[in-house]
Every structure is written in structure tokens, then in C-alpha cells.
């Protein structure tokens, strides 16, 4: 079983009990017992995965780093003429948080 989470500060961060009723929370947890996401799920992962600044396959929270690189997928995007890399649970996930232009998106494996 992958653990929930991981702390990535040297700072004092509040316990990862208090981060039980988060969403980030949830999902690794439901991740780890083996269930299958539903697509808002999936869409959140990816939306928070490629917002965020400090990781590329993580979601931070309060100090901690919750790790979704054992559902993530490594993409290639050309949108708007230029080419990106980007992590998601699945194309259709992608193609949401991307919005229109897409001109093609190729998984790399």
C-alpha cells in the first residue's frame, strides 16, 4: 500500500489526520484501497497536478505532498502552435483542463 502522503517541509505542518476531510486526502486514499475513480475525480487530479508549482506528479497541501504518479500518464501536447509535456490521469482529463486548440495530444511511454 502507497502511503497518503509525504511531508516536504522542514517546518512544523499541522498532523495528516487534521488533512483527513481534504479532497486531495480522499482521493490518494480511495486510490490506495484499490477503487476506480469517477471522471470529476480524474479531472481534479489532472487540474491540480499541472497547476501547481512544486511538483510535476503531486499535489501539495499544508506541507505535505500527496504523490499520483502511479495513476499518472506523461503527455505531449501541440496547442497553439508550440508543444508541451504535461502528467494526467487520461486524455479526456487533459483535453479538459487544456480547453480548445488542441491540435493533437500523444502519450509517451
Known amino acids: 500500500m502507497t ?5 516536504f517541509v522542514p517546518w ?12 486531495v486526502y480522499k482521493i490518494r486514499a480511495l486510490i490506495n484501497s484499490g477503487a476506480r475513480l469517477n471522471r470529476a475525480q ?8 499541472n497547476s ?5 506528479n ?5 506541507g505535505w505532498m500527496f504523490h499520483f ?17 504535461y502528467y494526467a490521469v487520461d486524455k ?4 479538459e483542463y487544456l480547453g480548445d486548440n488542441v491540435e493533437y495530444i500523444v502519450e509517451i511511454k
Not at 512544523?12 to 479532497?23: A, K
Open 3 to 7: 502511503s497518503v502522503a509525504t511531508k
Open 12 to 23: 512544523d505542518t499541522p498532523s495528516l489526520d487534521s488533512l483527513r476531510g481534504s479532497m
Open 42 to 49: 480524474k479531472n481534479w487530479i489532472t487540474n491540480k497536478v
Open 52 to 56: 501547481n508549482s512544486y511538483f510535476k
Open 58 to 62: 503531486a499535489v501539495p497541501l499544508q
Open 69 to 85: 504518479s502511479d495513476v499518472l500518464k506523461k503527455f505531449v501536447v501541440k496547442q497553439d502552435g508550440s508543444c508541451q509535456e
Open 92 to 95: 479526456t482529463s487533459l483535453r
